[in-house]
Protein backbone atom coordinates (compact mmCIF):
# COMPACT_ATOMS: atom_id res chain seq x y z
CA UNK A 1 0.00 0.00 0.00
CA UNK A 2 1.27 3.14 -0.96
CA UNK A 3 1.56 5.64 2.34
CA UNK A 4 0.86 9.32 2.32
CA UNK A 5 2.56 11.06 5.30
CA UNK A 6 0.62 14.13 6.69
CA UNK A 7 1.77 14.08 10.37
CA UNK A 8 5.13 16.20 9.52
CA UNK A 9 4.26 18.95 12.99
CA UNK A 10 4.51 15.81 15.43
CA UNK A 11 7.97 14.99 13.37
CA UNK A 12 9.52 14.98 9.94
CA UNK A 13 11.52 12.71 8.29
CA UNK A 14 14.69 12.71 8.08
CA UNK A 15 16.62 14.78 5.27
CA UNK A 16 19.33 13.42 3.25
CA UNK A 17 21.76 16.39 4.38
CA UNK A 18 21.06 14.84 7.86
CA UNK A 19 21.67 11.46 7.05
CA UNK A 20 24.67 12.07 5.05
CA UNK A 21 26.15 14.46 7.72
CA UNK A 22 25.10 11.50 10.80
CA UNK A 23 26.77 8.94 8.79
CA UNK A 24 29.42 10.13 8.52
CA UNK A 25 29.85 11.77 11.83
CA UNK A 26 28.61 8.00 12.90
CA UNK A 27 31.64 6.59 11.26
CA UNK A 28 34.39 8.60 12.03
CA UNK A 29 33.81 11.27 15.12
CA UNK A 30 33.53 9.15 18.08
CA UNK A 31 35.16 11.28 21.57
CA UNK A 32 33.39 12.79 23.91
CA UNK A 33 33.49 16.58 22.74
CA UNK A 34 34.44 17.62 26.84
CA UNK A 35 38.10 15.37 26.46
CA UNK A 36 40.99 17.52 25.60
CA UNK A 37 42.70 15.03 23.36
CA UNK A 38 42.30 15.42 19.44
CA UNK A 39 39.33 12.96 19.15
CA UNK A 40 37.12 15.48 21.75
CA UNK A 41 38.68 18.36 20.07
CA UNK A 42 36.80 16.64 16.36
CA UNK A 43 33.98 16.04 18.29
CA UNK A 44 33.82 19.76 19.65
CA UNK A 45 34.49 20.75 16.43
CA UNK A 46 31.42 19.04 14.83
CA UNK A 47 29.44 21.20 17.62
CA UNK A 48 30.96 24.13 16.95
CA UNK A 49 29.90 23.99 13.38
CA UNK A 50 26.59 22.65 13.97
CA UNK A 51 26.02 25.22 16.49
CA UNK A 52 26.76 28.39 13.93
CA UNK A 53 24.80 26.29 11.46
CA UNK A 54 21.64 26.44 13.79
CA UNK A 55 22.01 30.12 14.90
CA UNK A 56 22.51 31.14 11.05
CA UNK A 57 19.06 29.56 10.36
CA UNK A 58 17.75 31.09 13.33
CA UNK A 59 19.05 34.80 14.44
CA UNK A 60 18.23 37.39 11.41
CA UNK A 61 21.07 39.01 10.71
CA UNK A 62 21.20 42.92 11.27
CA UNK A 63 23.78 45.13 11.09
CA UNK A 64 26.94 44.85 12.84
CA UNK A 65 24.89 41.79 14.70
CA UNK A 66 26.20 38.11 14.38
CA UNK A 67 25.04 35.58 16.51
CA UNK A 68 27.71 33.77 18.73
CA UNK A 69 28.26 30.38 19.86
CA UNK A 70 26.95 30.92 23.30
CA UNK A 71 24.10 32.21 22.42
CA UNK A 72 22.92 28.33 22.00
CA UNK A 73 22.42 25.37 24.41
CA UNK A 74 22.05 22.50 23.11
CA UNK A 75 19.18 19.90 24.83
CA UNK A 76 17.94 16.63 24.25
CA UNK A 77 14.52 17.87 22.89
CA UNK A 78 12.25 20.97 22.66
CA UNK A 79 10.90 20.07 25.69
CA UNK A 80 13.69 20.07 27.78
CA UNK A 81 14.63 23.63 26.15
CA UNK A 82 10.89 25.11 26.87
CA UNK A 83 11.88 23.75 30.45
CA UNK A 84 15.21 25.53 30.56
CA UNK A 85 13.72 28.62 29.83
CA UNK A 86 10.88 29.01 31.62
CA UNK A 87 11.54 27.27 35.06
CA UNK A 88 15.32 28.14 34.60
CA UNK A 89 14.48 31.88 34.32
CA UNK A 90 11.75 32.19 36.54
CA UNK A 91 14.28 30.20 39.54
CA UNK A 92 17.23 32.07 38.24
CA UNK A 93 16.82 34.95 40.93
CA UNK A 94 15.91 34.28 44.76
CA UNK A 95 13.48 37.35 44.57
CA UNK A 96 11.16 36.05 42.03
CA UNK A 97 9.20 33.60 43.76
CA UNK A 98 5.77 34.20 44.50
CA UNK A 99 6.05 36.49 41.30
CA UNK A 100 4.04 36.17 37.93
CA UNK A 101 4.28 34.45 34.34
CA UNK A 102 2.12 34.66 31.56
CA UNK A 103 1.84 32.11 28.73
CA UNK A 104 -1.21 31.51 25.94
CA UNK A 105 -3.69 28.80 27.39
CA UNK A 106 -2.65 27.00 23.89
CA UNK A 107 0.65 26.60 24.46
CA UNK A 108 2.67 23.09 23.61
CA UNK A 109 1.92 20.94 26.92
CA UNK A 110 5.82 21.29 27.83
CA UNK A 111 5.42 25.01 28.45
CA UNK A 112 2.19 24.39 30.00
CA UNK A 113 3.50 21.52 32.39
CA UNK A 114 6.61 23.40 33.34
CA UNK A 115 4.17 26.85 34.58
CA UNK A 116 2.17 24.05 36.47
CA UNK A 117 5.50 23.31 38.05
CA UNK A 118 6.04 26.63 39.38
CA UNK A 119 2.75 27.46 40.20
CA UNK A 120 3.33 24.47 43.24
CA UNK A 121 6.56 26.80 44.46
CA UNK A 122 4.47 29.51 44.93
CA UNK A 123 4.49 31.55 41.43
CA UNK A 124 1.62 33.10 39.75
CA UNK A 125 0.94 32.20 36.68
CA UNK A 126 -2.02 33.89 34.24
CA UNK A 127 -2.94 31.88 30.89
CA UNK A 128 -4.22 33.97 27.90
CA UNK A 129 -6.85 32.52 25.39
CA UNK A 130 -6.41 32.33 21.44
CA UNK A 131 -9.50 33.06 20.29
CA UNK A 132 -9.44 32.07 16.68
CA UNK A 133 -5.97 31.67 16.93
CA UNK A 134 -5.59 35.43 18.09
CA UNK A 135 -3.70 35.87 21.08
CA UNK A 136 -6.09 38.14 23.64
CA UNK A 137 -4.07 41.37 24.40
CA UNK A 138 -7.04 43.01 25.89
CA UNK A 139 -6.57 40.22 28.78
CA UNK A 140 -2.93 40.04 28.08
CA UNK A 141 -2.68 43.73 28.74
CA UNK A 142 -4.82 43.88 31.88
CA UNK A 143 -3.02 40.57 33.12
CA UNK A 144 0.57 42.13 32.71
CA UNK A 145 1.91 42.97 36.24
CA UNK A 146 5.12 45.24 37.09
CA UNK A 147 6.27 42.39 39.27
CA UNK A 148 5.71 39.54 35.65
CA UNK A 149 8.77 38.22 35.54
CA UNK A 150 8.55 36.01 32.58
CA UNK A 151 5.99 35.71 29.51
CA UNK A 152 6.08 32.74 27.19
CA UNK A 153 4.43 32.35 23.79
CA UNK A 154 4.56 30.33 20.81
CA UNK A 155 5.13 31.70 17.29
CA UNK A 156 2.97 28.99 15.78
CA UNK A 157 0.69 26.98 17.39
CA UNK A 158 0.79 23.38 16.59
CA UNK A 159 -2.50 22.42 15.85
CA UNK A 160 -4.07 25.55 13.93
CA UNK A 161 -0.90 27.34 12.23
CA UNK A 162 -2.00 30.79 14.00
CA UNK A 163 0.96 33.01 14.04
CA UNK A 164 1.92 35.08 17.35
CA UNK A 165 2.73 38.11 17.36
CA UNK A 166 5.73 38.30 19.42
CA UNK A 167 6.81 41.66 18.66
CA UNK A 168 3.96 43.12 20.37
CA UNK A 169 3.39 40.64 23.22
CA UNK A 170 7.32 41.49 23.85
CA UNK A 171 6.53 45.56 24.11
CA UNK A 172 3.22 45.21 26.12
CA UNK A 173 5.59 43.39 28.80
CA UNK A 174 8.47 45.39 28.79
CA UNK A 175 6.42 48.11 28.96
CA UNK A 176 5.24 46.86 32.35
CA UNK A 177 8.62 45.72 33.28
CA UNK A 178 11.85 46.22 31.51
CA UNK A 179 13.50 43.33 33.12
CA UNK A 180 10.60 40.90 31.73
CA UNK A 181 11.79 37.76 30.47
CA UNK A 182 10.23 36.98 27.20
CA UNK A 183 10.69 33.36 26.06
CA UNK A 184 9.30 31.77 22.22
CA UNK A 185 8.81 28.18 21.93
CA UNK A 186 9.66 28.26 18.02
CA UNK A 187 9.48 24.33 17.50
CA UNK A 188 6.91 24.93 15.18
CA UNK A 189 7.82 28.14 13.53
CA UNK A 190 11.39 27.66 12.65
CA UNK A 191 12.29 27.61 9.41
CA UNK A 192 8.72 27.21 8.40
CA UNK A 193 7.44 30.72 8.47
CA UNK A 194 8.72 34.27 7.20
CA UNK A 195 9.02 36.12 10.84
CA UNK A 196 11.11 35.36 13.92
CA UNK A 197 10.56 35.57 17.02
CA UNK A 198 14.45 37.36 17.18
CA UNK A 199 14.69 40.16 18.42
CA UNK A 200 11.88 40.31 20.20
CA UNK A 201 12.43 37.25 22.40
CA UNK A 202 14.82 37.05 25.02
CA UNK A 203 15.04 32.85 24.69
CA UNK A 204 13.51 30.90 21.64
CA UNK A 205 12.91 27.01 21.36
CA UNK A 206 13.95 24.82 18.59
CA UNK A 207 14.15 21.28 17.61
CA UNK A 208 15.95 18.92 15.13
CA UNK A 209 13.44 16.65 14.06
CA UNK A 210 10.29 19.02 13.33
CA UNK A 211 12.85 20.44 10.03
CA UNK A 212 14.23 17.16 9.06
CA UNK A 213 16.72 16.92 11.56
CA UNK A 214 17.17 13.68 13.91
CA UNK A 215 14.54 12.86 17.52
CA UNK A 216 16.34 14.23 20.79
CA UNK A 217 18.10 17.20 20.54
CA UNK A 218 16.83 20.52 20.77
CA UNK A 219 18.38 23.76 21.59
CA UNK A 220 17.71 27.20 23.29
CA UNK A 221 18.91 30.39 22.24
CA UNK A 222 19.48 33.29 24.69
CA UNK A 223 20.44 36.43 24.30
CA UNK A 224 23.03 38.72 25.75
CA UNK A 225 21.35 40.04 28.34
CA UNK A 226 20.24 36.98 29.76
CA UNK A 227 23.62 35.49 30.24
CA UNK A 228 25.02 38.46 31.05
CA UNK A 229 22.69 38.92 34.10
CA UNK A 230 22.74 35.28 34.97
CA UNK A 231 18.97 35.50 34.38
CA UNK A 232 18.70 31.93 33.99
CA UNK A 233 20.38 28.38 36.00
CA UNK A 234 20.14 25.08 35.32
CA UNK A 235 17.78 22.10 35.41
CA UNK A 236 19.45 19.60 34.69
CA UNK A 237 22.90 19.49 37.06
CA UNK A 238 25.54 17.25 36.63
CA UNK A 239 29.02 17.89 34.69
CA UNK A 240 28.51 21.72 33.35
CA UNK A 241 28.20 20.97 29.70
CA UNK A 242 26.85 23.82 27.71
CA UNK A 243 28.54 26.24 29.51
CA UNK A 244 26.97 24.62 32.50
CA UNK A 245 23.25 25.40 31.21
CA UNK A 246 22.92 21.76 30.45
CA UNK A 247 25.12 18.89 31.83
CA UNK A 248 25.35 16.13 30.39
CA UNK A 249 27.43 14.60 27.35
CA UNK A 250 26.22 16.00 24.46
CA UNK A 251 24.60 14.12 21.48
CA UNK A 252 27.24 14.72 18.89
CA UNK A 253 25.70 12.57 16.10
CA UNK A 254 22.11 14.04 16.65
CA UNK A 255 24.08 17.52 16.40
CA UNK A 256 25.25 17.41 13.43
CA UNK A 257 22.05 16.38 12.12
CA UNK A 258 20.45 19.26 13.71
CA UNK A 259 23.05 21.70 12.20
CA UNK A 260 22.82 19.93 8.32
CA UNK A 261 19.28 20.03 8.57
CA UNK A 262 19.33 23.75 9.88
CA UNK A 263 21.71 24.64 6.92
CA UNK A 264 19.99 22.76 4.31
CA UNK A 265 16.58 24.25 5.75
CA UNK A 266 17.55 27.43 5.36
CA UNK A 267 18.77 27.45 2.24
CA UNK A 268 15.54 26.34 0.41
CA UNK A 269 13.32 28.30 2.58
CA UNK A 270 12.02 30.56 -0.14
CA UNK A 271 11.03 27.40 -2.20
CA UNK A 272 9.46 25.15 0.25
CA UNK A 273 7.59 28.11 1.91
CA UNK A 274 6.09 28.96 -1.51
CA UNK A 275 4.85 25.27 -2.08
CA UNK A 276 3.49 24.82 1.29
CA UNK A 277 1.66 27.82 0.24
CA UNK A 278 0.34 26.20 -2.89
CA UNK A 279 -0.74 22.34 -1.35
CA UNK A 280 -2.36 24.55 1.32
CA UNK A 281 -4.30 26.33 -1.42
CA UNK A 282 -4.56 23.16 -3.50
CA UNK A 283 -6.38 21.30 -0.41
CA UNK A 284 -8.88 24.28 0.22
CA UNK A 285 -10.07 24.21 -3.69
CA UNK A 286 -10.25 20.41 -3.22
CA UNK A 287 -12.49 20.78 0.19
CA UNK A 288 -14.48 23.57 -1.50
CA UNK A 289 -15.98 20.87 -3.30
CA UNK A 290 -17.43 18.81 -0.90
CA UNK A 291 -20.80 19.13 0.71
CA UNK A 292 -20.45 22.52 3.01
CA UNK A 293 -22.19 20.45 5.92
CA UNK A 294 -19.22 18.03 5.84
CA UNK A 295 -16.00 19.87 6.27
CA UNK A 296 -14.28 22.93 7.03
CA UNK A 297 -10.79 24.24 7.23
CA UNK A 298 -10.32 26.71 10.88
CA UNK A 299 -8.91 29.12 9.55
CA UNK A 300 -6.85 31.47 12.34
CA UNK A 301 -7.53 34.76 12.05
CA UNK A 302 -3.67 36.37 12.55
CA UNK A 303 -1.90 38.58 10.49
CA UNK A 304 0.13 35.75 9.27
CA UNK A 305 -0.67 31.82 9.01
CA UNK A 306 1.70 29.43 8.87
CA UNK A 307 0.74 27.41 5.43
CA UNK A 308 1.90 23.95 6.43
CA UNK A 309 -0.57 23.48 9.16
CA UNK A 310 -4.07 22.87 8.86
CA UNK A 311 -6.89 21.92 10.88
CA UNK A 312 -10.31 20.44 9.57
CA UNK A 313 -13.09 19.94 10.90
CA UNK A 314 -15.31 16.68 9.55
CA UNK A 315 -18.52 17.86 11.18
CA UNK A 316 -20.75 14.46 13.10
CA UNK A 317 -17.01 12.19 12.55
CA UNK A 318 -14.97 11.80 15.71
CA UNK A 319 -11.42 12.73 15.05
CA UNK A 320 -10.24 9.38 16.01
CA UNK A 321 -12.56 6.97 13.70
CA UNK A 322 -11.99 9.41 10.88
CA UNK A 323 -7.94 9.04 11.54
CA UNK A 324 -8.22 5.46 11.32
CA UNK A 325 -10.21 5.55 8.29
CA UNK A 326 -7.82 7.48 6.51
CA UNK A 327 -5.17 5.55 8.07
CA UNK A 328 -6.59 2.13 6.16
CA UNK A 329 -6.11 4.34 3.16
CA UNK A 330 -2.52 4.73 3.65
CA UNK A 331 -3.39 8.52 4.66
CA UNK A 332 -1.34 9.52 7.69
CA UNK A 333 -2.99 12.94 9.67
CA UNK A 334 -3.17 13.38 13.65
CA UNK A 335 -5.84 14.32 16.29
CA UNK A 336 -3.85 16.69 17.85
CA UNK A 337 -0.79 17.20 19.31
CA UNK A 338 1.56 13.87 19.24
CA UNK A 339 2.55 14.99 22.49
CA UNK A 340 -0.78 15.33 23.96
CA UNK A 341 -2.17 12.32 22.15
CA UNK A 342 0.64 10.28 23.97
CA UNK A 343 -0.60 11.58 27.90
CA UNK A 344 -3.65 9.85 28.46
CA UNK A 345 -5.75 12.55 27.07
CA UNK A 346 -5.54 15.24 29.90
CA UNK A 347 -4.18 18.10 27.16
CA UNK A 348 -6.97 17.00 24.25
CA UNK A 349 -9.05 19.75 22.74
CA UNK A 350 -8.05 22.91 24.85
CA UNK A 351 -6.35 24.40 22.13
CA UNK A 352 -9.28 24.26 20.02
CA UNK A 353 -11.71 24.95 22.36
CA UNK A 354 -9.52 28.43 23.20
CA UNK A 355 -9.61 29.04 19.13
CA UNK A 356 -13.63 28.82 20.03
CA UNK A 357 -14.97 25.28 18.27
CA UNK A 358 -17.39 23.58 20.41
CA UNK A 359 -16.59 20.43 22.11
CA UNK A 360 -18.30 18.36 19.29
CA UNK A 361 -16.06 20.19 16.89
CA UNK A 362 -13.26 20.13 18.73
CA UNK A 363 -13.65 16.19 18.78
CA UNK A 364 -14.28 16.32 14.84
CA UNK A 365 -10.96 17.81 14.12
CA UNK A 366 -7.96 16.44 12.63
CA UNK A 367 -4.30 18.09 12.02
CA UNK A 368 -2.69 17.68 8.44
CA UNK A 369 0.80 18.91 8.00
CA UNK A 370 2.78 19.30 5.40
CA UNK A 371 6.73 18.72 5.15
CA UNK A 372 9.07 19.04 2.79
CA UNK A 373 8.30 15.43 0.63
CA UNK A 374 4.94 16.51 0.19
CA UNK A 375 3.20 16.67 -3.26
CA UNK A 376 0.51 17.20 -4.79
CA UNK A 377 -0.05 13.29 -4.59
CA UNK A 378 -0.34 13.26 -1.09
CA UNK A 379 -3.30 16.17 -1.69
CA UNK A 380 -5.31 14.18 -3.59
CA UNK A 381 -4.78 10.85 -1.79
CA UNK A 382 -5.80 12.79 0.94
CA UNK A 383 -9.19 14.52 -0.39
CA UNK A 384 -9.86 10.95 -2.36
CA UNK A 385 -9.93 9.41 1.39
CA UNK A 386 -11.46 11.74 2.78
CA UNK A 387 -14.36 11.92 0.77
CA UNK A 388 -14.31 7.91 0.84
CA UNK A 389 -14.39 8.18 4.57
CA UNK A 390 -16.95 10.57 5.15
CA UNK A 391 -19.75 8.80 2.89
CA UNK A 392 -18.42 5.55 4.18
CA UNK A 393 -18.62 6.38 8.11
CA UNK A 394 -21.83 8.53 7.55
CA UNK A 395 -23.50 5.43 6.12
CA UNK A 396 -22.76 3.34 8.95
CA UNK A 397 -24.35 6.40 11.42
CA UNK A 398 -27.85 5.63 9.47
Not at 70 to 93: M, P, Q, R, V, Y
Not at 160 to 183: E, F, L, Q, S, Y
Request: glycine share 8%; hydrophobic share 40%.
Amino acid sequence: MTEFYLDNSATTPLCEAAIAKMRDVMENVYGNPSSLHTLGLRAEKIMSEARMQILSALVPIRAGARPKAENLIFTGSGTEANNLAIIGGATAKPRNRGKKIIIGETEHPSVLEAAKHLETLGYRVARIPSPKGVWDMAAYREALTEDTILVSAMLVNNETGAVNDIAAIARAARAKNPDVIVHCDDVQGFLKVPVSPLPHADMVTVSAHKIGGPKGVGALYVNDRILKAKAIVPVVHGGGQERGLRSGTENVIGIAGFGAAAEAGAKHFAALHSRFLALREKLATRLADFPADTVRINTPETAVIAPHIVSLTAFRLRSETLLHSLSASGVYVSSGSACSSNGGGSHTGYVLRSFGLPEAEADSTVRISFGEQTTDADIDALTSALSESIARLAHKRR
